[in-house]
């Protein structure tokens, strides 16, 4: 893993398209919130309206805020709900078929986009639609 990991270094091309973590944090704020459209259309409108569902603008830290100084922008959906608490939320996510991992923000339960992958769309959607029923 290591050794394909360096390799990738080798030349700017072959680092910037083979290079998961740097693909990822280097994505703009429009590509995410396109991306967020996509998976929003996937989830039924009685679901959306239910969780409160929405598609908002995020700062985020690369490395769990190990470096808070330095905030990326990014996307997220956060779920603003009277129906489950943010904490119960997040336990179902991280129960789900597929792990989701996301954080608690003034009371609402957000997944930054900013860390899932493009090629991850329809499995999210379809992890938001298991947790939601």
């Not at 598609?55 to 009277?82: Q, R």
Request: aromatic share 8%.
């Amino acid at each position: 893993l290591l050794e394909g990991i360096l390799r990738t270094y080798k030349t700017e091309t072959s680092f910037f398209n083979q290079n998961l973590a740097l693909h990822l944090l280097t994505r703009p704020r429009t590509s995410l919130k396109s991306f967020g459209k996509k998976i929003l259309s996937k989830i039924p409108s009685k679901i959306i309206k239910k969780y409160n569902i929405s598609l908002i603008d995020t700062m985020v830290e690369a490395g769990s805020g190990a470096m808070p100084i330095n905030s990326l922008e990014s996307a997220g959906l956060t779920f603003d709900s009277k129906n489950i608490s943010p904490n119960a939320l997040s336990k179902k996510f991280r129960n789900a078929s597929i792990p989701v991992i996301g954080y608690i923000n003034d009371n609402k339960y957000i997944i930054d986009l900013k860390a899932i992958p493009l090629d991850f769309a329809d499995n999210l959607s379809n992890v938001i639609c298991e947790v939601m029923l």
